[in-house]
């Protein structure tokens, strides 16, 4: 095992320090830096002692790695210490480690809202799995070119959405299949009103791409997909076809444009909206005049279906968030009979603009616990 802490300094000038393990903590250079220079040095192993928590993508490093945090680090470096000339060291592979904690977490590459295209609705709807997902490959195509071979397999660890968006799809599918009477809306209601906000220490997801703090729902929607409690949601918040129609006046697509759309030719844009029936809610205070500081109301009118079994009774229930004050009215829904429909209005009142810049608060089923 090398004793220079800082070996990547000595790595990156192309000097060897032949078939050893070496050690290297976050100084000057970066870890992605640290990583490229010590696989150039074509050493036995790296140890990288380090705070940085985002390393998706540097785990996958094409020689035996190991990151450590600096409290395991400093042992490393105490035995390093210890032992002088004689410090030895091994690496086990193939072995799966589970029940990691914190997780789930918010990558950092993960997309982000508002949407561009209509920032009226709240994007993301979801956090799902996509983060080194074992997923089939090419077995023609290589995996990876280590020590200028190429390896293939059947298997592959892949990220991103081309991976979380079927996981997703996949729960959709089989929703559908338990309740076929469901529409794609109401599935995606399900999927975003039984979601987890809460990660597997029950503390708030967290986000690497925000230096991990708790994630907004503008990286992770209404929370990480829960397939089991979407199969029985409570409520449901639906939409048509015609609803969508009047997001699209309301945000003055033409006709010719929503045709291209909907592929219809009568669309009837006579009560354009951009309150869609949407299970989250988003609210923009970004007036900047003299009146800035005047209070304004927004207000979000929602039908909800009971599709749970007999009578049940929800009561509002809001996230106190800082800077603006939200209301439900009523602040109780009755329901006697499965497939009932009922409304409500949410309202938030706050400034013209809204100083605090982002606030955010998550609630079940959009407000309302049964």
């Known amino acids: 095992m090398d004793r220079d802490y800082n070996g990547v300094v000595n790595l990156g000038n192309g000097g060897k320090v032949g078939y050893k393990i070496v050690v290297c903590q976050d100084k000057n250079d970066s870890l992605s830096d640290q990583v490229s220079n010590v696989d150039k040095a074509k050493v036995a192993a790296g140890v990288f002692i380090t705070n940085n928590t985002d390393l998706e993508f540097l785990i996958q490093a094409t020689f035996p790695a190991i990151f450590l945090n600096p409290k395991n680090g400093e042992a490393v470096r105490d035995y390093i210490k210890s032992s002088k ?219 909800v279906t009971n599709v749970g079994e007999g009578q049940s009774t929800y009561v509002a229930s809001v996230t106190p968030m800082k800077g603006v004050q939200v209301s439900v009215t009523p602040g109780k829904l009755v329901f006697k009979e499965k497939n009932e429909k009922q409304s409500f209005k949410l309202s938030i009142t706050g400034p013209r603009f809204l100083k605090e810049g982002l606030v955010f608060g998550l609630s079940p089923l959009g407000g309302f616990c049964k």
């Open 85 to 303: 000339s004689q410090a030895k060291a091994s690496l086990v592979f193939k072995k799966t480690t589970l029940g990691i904690k914190p997780a789930p977490t918010a990558s950092s590459y993960s997309s982000r809202g508002p949407s561009p295209s209509c920032p009226f609705v709240l994007k993301p709807d979801i956090l799902a799995p996509g983060s080194l997902v074992l997923a089939a490959w090419p077995s023609k195509i290589p995996v990876a070119n280590v020590g200028g071979s190429q390896l293939y397999s059947n298997f592959n660890l892949l990220s991103g959405t081309s991976m979380s968006c079927p996981q997703a799809a996949g729960v959709a599918a089989l929703l559908k299949a338990v309740h076929p009477e469901w529409s794609p809306a109401a599935i995606r209601s399900a999927l975003m009103t039984t979601s987890d906000a809460l990660d597997n220490t029950l503390s708030p997801i967290t986000d690497l791409g925000d230096d991990n703090n708790p994630a907004s729902p503008l990286a992770i929607g209404a929370g990480h997909i829960n397939p089991n409690k979407a199969l029985d949601p409570g409520l449901i918040y639906d939409v048509n076809s015609q609803d969508y129609v009047n997001v699209l006046c309301g945000l003055k697509y033409s006709m010719s444009q929503i045709q291209v759309i909907t592929n219809s030719a009568s669309n009837n844009c006579s009560n354009p909206s951009l309150d869609l029936n949407y299970p989250s809610f988003i609210a923009f205070f970004n007036a900047n005049d003299s009146n800035s500081n005047l209070k304004t109301v927004q207000d979000f009118h929602r039908t």
